[in-house]
């Protein structure tokens, strides 16, 4: 079974930019969380997606952004890209909301020049 | 909100036990994991303990919660140099899908 697919792994945008990272999980899968990780704050949660609608929203300004699709693949966008968003954009699967267990991706490294 | 406070670094010998310790401060917190993160990788899921359980081995692991204190801990008993990686700890609250992550505790295995 394939793990949690996150596209692509290495990302350089220009500040003012917008990007779109991508996360297909476990296939199965239909809750799928997002999560940003820097030296400086660690891991933070952005937000939790199930059956295509945000369940659950993390303390970021509303330059962050999602979706959720049919076939449970995530997408996240940023917008307007400031420096501080360079980090590593990592996405979680779970079976169901009430699944325990949380399996990660590899994670996409954004660096924001 | 909940705060998770991990120590940051632990170096220990090849074949020594390692105990990774972790307090949180929210008492309603269900499920309590551990996760694992190599250099330039996602996190590994290792274990977890539901909050109504004192201990959980699952091979070398073992997991010993204190709900009373909030305190967590992972013991890697054998610890191999394959090891060496960052541990987080993170507790999930009752109703909510979102896990908080302490700093992590980076445990460095020297031969």
């Not at chain 1, 891991?43 to 076939?71: A, D, H, I, M, V």
């Not at chain 2, 220990?12 to 990774?20: A, C, F, L, Q, T």
């Not at chain 2, 909030?70 to 899908?97: E, M, N, V, W």
């Amino acid at each position: 079974k394939a793990g949690v697919t996150q596209t692509p792994r290495y990302l350089i945008k220009t500040r003012g930019q917008q990007v779109t990272l991508s996360c297909s999980p476990i296939s199965g899968h239909r809750s799928v969380s997002w999560y940003q990780q820097t030296p400086g704050q660690g891991l933070q949660f952005l937000f939790e997606y199930f059956s295509e609608t945000q369940r659950n929203k993390g303390n970021f300004p509303g330059r962050f952004s999602g979706r959720q699709f049919s076939n449970s693949r995530s997408e996240m966008n940023v917008s307007t890209l400031e420096l501080g968003d360079s980090a590593l954009y990592l996405c979680a699967s779970s079976a169901d909301r009430a699944n325990t267990e949380a399996f990660f991706g590899q994670g996409t490294r954004l660096t924001v020049v | 909100g909940e705060d998770v406070e991990q120590s940051l670094f632990l170096s220990v010998r090849e074949g020594d036990s390692s105990v990774i310790n972790c307090t949180y401060t929210d008492s309603s917190s269900t499920y309590l994991y551990w996760y694992k993160q190599e250099p330039g990788a996602g996190l590994q899921l290792l274990t977890y303990i539901f909050s109504n359980m004192d201990m959980k081995q699952d091979q070398r692991l073992t997991v010993l919660l204190n709900k009373k204190d909030k305190h967590l801990s992972l013991r890697i008993a054998d610890t191999q140099t394959g090891d060496s990686a960052i541990y987080f700890c993170a507790p999930r609250r009752a109703g909510r899908r979102a896990l908080t992550f302490g700093s992590g505790t980076r445990l460095q295995v020297q031969p």
